[in-house]
């Protein structure tokens, strides 16, 4: 299951719409960087959508400050279209995540980026769904 499939439910779930955008936001986010760190990567035009899209988002005054203030960094970090700013990018959005959306989002984006960094790839960890 990709990484940011784990975002679905909570984003489906959440009734507050500020935390909601947040929610969309940081998959927008994750969705990038996976971009970047799968074997096969999708057609450009595709990755330069999601940025685009990710770019948008992160512009929105609708977004809880932790995640505003962390945005733009990812998306600069990501526009480098390497794996390893991917994992940088992943890496970064975990506290400001944790801030805006909970712990258990943050300790979920962090465990994203180590197993990443592992070379495990980027994927949910097994049970883990952030509240």
Sequence with gaps: MPA???LLAPLAAEPRALR???IFALWLAVRAAEDLLVADPPPPAAVKRRLRDLTERAESPGLPAPLRRALPGAV???RQATPEAALLALS?????AADALGAETGALVG????AARRGRGVTAPAGR???
């Excluded at 465990?111 to 180590?114: D, F, G, N, V, W």
């Design 76 to 78: 600069a970090l990501l």
């Design 92 to 96: 970064q959005l975990a506290a400001p």
């Design 20 to 22: 909601r955008e947040g």
């Design 129 to 131: 769904e952030p509240r």
């Design 4 to 6: 940011s499939d784990a």
């Design 111 to 114: 465990e994203i980026a180590l």
